[in-house]
C-alpha cells in the first residue's frame, strides 16, 4: 500500500493535471457503477456500460480538471487568510455547489442527446432536490478537505467522499 501510494504521490507531482483528472474518472465512472448494481440492482445484461462511459468521460475531461482548477483558485484567494478553510467552504458552496449541480445534471442529458425540453425539465425536476442534497454532506467534507489537507489531496480527498455522491447522482439523475 505504501509503494502504491508512492506512485500515486509521483504521478500527482509530475502530472498534476491528468492524476487528479484520472482519479475523477475512476472515482465517478465507480459511483455510476456502484449505483446501477447495488442501488437499481441491474444484472450484468441490464447494466448500461454506455452510461458508465458518459460518467467516466465526465470526470476526465471536465470534472477534474475544473475541480483542480477551482481548489487553486481557492487556495490562491485566500491562503494565509485567517479563518482560510471557512472561507474556502463558504465560496466553494455558495459558488461551486450551484454550478456544479447545474453542469452535472445538463451535462449527462446533453451526453445522452436529449432535447433542449428535456434537460429543461430534467434541471427542473433534479436541481433543487440534489443541490439540497450537497448540501447535507458536501460542507463538512470540504471543510475538512481545506482545514487538514495540502492544496495537492483536495481532490482526491473529494473523490472519496464522491464515491458515495456519484452514486447518489447517478441514481438521481439517470432515472427517467
Excluded at 458536501?138 to 481545506?146: G, H, R, S, T
Aim: hydrophobic share 50%; with cysteine.
Amino acid at each position: 500500500m505504501a509503494a502504491l501510494w508512492g506512485r500515486y504521490q509521483l504521478l500527482l507531482k509530475t502530472f498534476p493535471l491528468a492524476t487528479m483528472s484520472g482519479t475523477t474518472c475512476i472515482i465517478m465512472s465507480a459511483g455510476d457503477c456502484v449505483s446501477q448494481l447495488a442501488i437499481e440492482r441491474k444484472t450484468r445484461r441490464q447494466y448500461d456500460f454506455v452510461r458508465t462511459g458518459r460518467f467516466a468521460v465526465a470526470g476526465l475531461f471536465v470534472f477534474g480538471p475544473v475541480m483542480r482548477g477551482w481548489y487553486l483558485t481557492l487556495d490562491k484567494l485566500y491562503n494565509g487568510t485567517r479563518l482560510a478553510a471557512i472561507k474556502m467552504m463558504a465560496t466553494d458552496q455558495l459558488i461551486m455547489a450551484p454550478t456544479f449541480v447545474g453542469l452535472f445534471i445538463s451535462l449527462m442529458a446533453v451526453m445522452r442527446q436529449e432535447s433542449l425540453d428535456s434537460i429543461k425539465g430534467k434541471l427542473k425536476r433534479d436541481y433543487s432536490v440534489v443541490l439540497l442534497n450537497n448540501y447535507k454532506i458536501w460542507p463538512m467534507a470540504q471543510l475538512i478537505n481545506f482545514y487538514f489537507l495540502p492544496l495537492q489531496h483536495r481532490v482526491l480527498f473529494v473523490n472519496f467522499i464522491a464515491l458515495g455522491w456519484n452514486t447518489y447522482l447517478a441514481w438521481a439523475t439517470e432515472k427517467n
